[in-house]
């Protein structure tokens, strides 16, 4: 057996076992349960730019649009 076909049956079994030995480590791992912090602020995070951001891609596919249609050089002579 060569060291190609070596190398080869070493990866496959360890892409195999990964997985259950990942597995196995997360059972066996304390119960913790997350918590999420209260906010005394509330700021305003959303919703300012999605139009803008949408209008800037609908302009950019315009023009991607208009640029290869715009083509109308012959191909051939």
Excluded at 9 to 35: G, M, W
Excluded at 47 to 73: C, K, M, P, S, Y
Aim: aromatic share 2%.
């Amino acid at each position: 057996m060569n060291f190609g076909k070596l190398a080869a049956a070493i990866s496959a079994v360890s892409l195999v076992a990964a997985p259950v030995a990942a597995q196995s480590a997360s059972n066996a791992a304390p119960a913790v349960e997350r918590i999420g912090a209260t906010s005394s602020s509330s700021e305003k995070l959303e919703g300012e730019n999605g139009i803008l951001i949408a209008l800037l891609a609908a302009a950019a596919v315009i023009a991607g649009i208009i640029i290869i249609a715009d083509d109308d050089d012959p191909t051939s002579p």
